[in-house]
């Protein structure tokens, strides 16, 4: 993982807690950890699933899937979507997320 990717999952790491004990969350390498010791693992694709429980008993997605979801993506086809709830820009030295 990059420097950089690392510096954001940190700062990311920040704004969540955990979905299991309520704890704050922390970087830890490519995964989100908290106080009690649970875990949950940044993906290839750069994200941080928080599900737990009954809702992690999936089947994953194939291939195929990841490909037409990126696919999809690129399109632009959620540019819309993202610029509607995007938040206005931080002042200068400030910060503002949407999660």
Do not use: I, W
């Not at 994200?47 to 009954?54: E, K, M, R």
């Not at 999809?72 to 931080?90: L, W």
């Amino acid at each position: 993982m990059s420097p950089a990717s690392s510096a954001v999952l940190a700062e990311l790491a920040e704004l969540l807690a955990c979905p299991n004990c309520g704890l704050a969350l922390a970087a830890v390498g490519r995964a989100l950890r908290c106080g009690s010791g649970h875990s949950f693992d940044l993906a290839r694709q750069g994200y941080v699933s928080l599900l737990t429980g009954a809702a992690t008993r999936f089947t994953g997605d194939t291939a195929d899937m990841l490909q037409a979801r990126s696919d999809f993506h690129a399109r632009g086809h959620f540019t819309p979507v993202a610029a509607a709830v995007a938040p206005p820009p931080a002042p200068p030295g400030g910060k503002r997320c949407v999660l």
